[in-house]
């Protein structure tokens, strides 16, 4: 079992960049995927990035595709989004979450039901 706590969200303007951080504790996220997603006001949570334990894979949604980046930091027990070129359609709370690897990544990164342990979630708003 590991806690996840999100950070790094606030009132950005567009064009601008952030970057979150999601902090482990509780036990070594060293073995577990991991994935960010998100949810905007009115609709449900959607997938953003995601990256295989030994960062040998990542992912991204479509939308995001060429602006973010997610990275990990064993050593601190950290993974991070960084988020460029921010658009109002950003605006959401982004959660991370934990995957103790079962199946192939390829096969369920993109599926919130996949996933063991979530943060609470760090707001995110982007202004014209």
């Known amino acids: 079992q590991v806690q996840l706590v999100e950070s790094g969200g606030g009132l950005v303007q567009a064009g601008h960049s952030l970057r979150l951080s999601c902090a482990a504790s509780g036990r070594t996220f060293t073995m577990y995927n991991m994935g960010w997603f998100r949810q905007a006001p009115g609709k449900e949570r959607e997938f953003v990035a995601a990256m295989r334990w030994d960062i040998t894979t990542t992912y991204f949604a479509d939308s995001v595709k060429g602006r973010f980046t997610i990275s990990r930091d064993n050593a601190k027990n950290t993974v991070y989004l960084q988020m460029n070129s921010l658009k109002p359609e950003d605006t959401a709370v982004y959660f991370c979450?934990?995957?103790?690897?079962?199946?192939?990544?390829?096969?369920?990164?993109?599926?919130?039901?996949?996933?063991?342990?979530w943060g609470q979630g760090t707001q995110v708003t982007v202004f014209p």
């Open positions: 979450a934990a995957q103790n690897a079962r199946g192939y990544y390829s096969a369920t990164y993109r599926s919130q039901d996949s996933y063991d342990n």
